[in-house]
């Protein structure tokens, strides 16, 4: 089976079995999910990174853009080395492709709300300017990482649905 990342499974064993894992999927990095996890990861880290360097704890708005931040960054970067190291693979009971549905979808509307609240919450009277700057910052990057979650969502969604492929094809990738 093709999974989301374009890499066919390898024939060596049953689903799961050590020798269908590889060490890591080359062509995962290379693929729409493997981008955009990335992607995910490097902006989230600069939105909480941003909001982390302000006075964040004296505004109670920006506990919720940490909170958003944070969680997904921690959960895109958990998923991105499942897929990386081929783990979905050895539990393929779970059903991924709805996994990542739900999971994009998720973060999507989050990090709406935190875009929202990031940017409602930027003062430019602000007395501390560098504080002004790097609010207005991860407002940016927030929108950004939105972006790229409800791109992910597209994606995932089109996976799940099996769009772009038959169902004569995958029946015979996966028990072949």
């Not at 609240?117 to 929108?143: E, G, I, K, L, M």
Request: glycine fraction near 8%; hydrophobic fraction near 55%.
């Amino acid at each position: 089976m093709a999974g989301l990342s374009g890499a066919p499974r390898s024939r060596g064993g049953p689903p799961g079995s050590s020798a269908t894992l590889a060490a890591l999927d080359g062509s995962f990095l290379r693929s729409p999910l493997g981008v955009l996890m990335g992607v995910q990861a490097v902006l989230g880290l600069v939105v909480w990174a941003l909001i982390a360097a302000t006075t964040y704890h004296l505004h109670a708005e920006y506990g919720w853009v940490m909170f958003v931040s944070i969680f997904f960054w921690i959960a895109t970067l958990l998923l991105f080395m499942t897929y990386l190291l081929q783990l979905q693979l050895k539990f393929y009971a779970v059903p991924w492709p709805l996994v990542l549905l739900i999971f994009n979808a998720v973060a999507t509307v989050l990090y709406i709300t935190a875009f929202v609240t990031c940017a409602v919450a930027v003062h430019p009277t602000s007395w501390r300017q560098w504080d002004y700057n790097r609010r207005a910052a991860a407002s940016f990057f927030s929108c950004l990482v939105m972006i790229t979650y409800g791109v992910s969502t597209f994606f995932s969604f089109r996976a799940w649905k099996g769009l772009g492929s038959n169902a004569a094809t995958s029946q015979v990738t996966d028990h072949a």
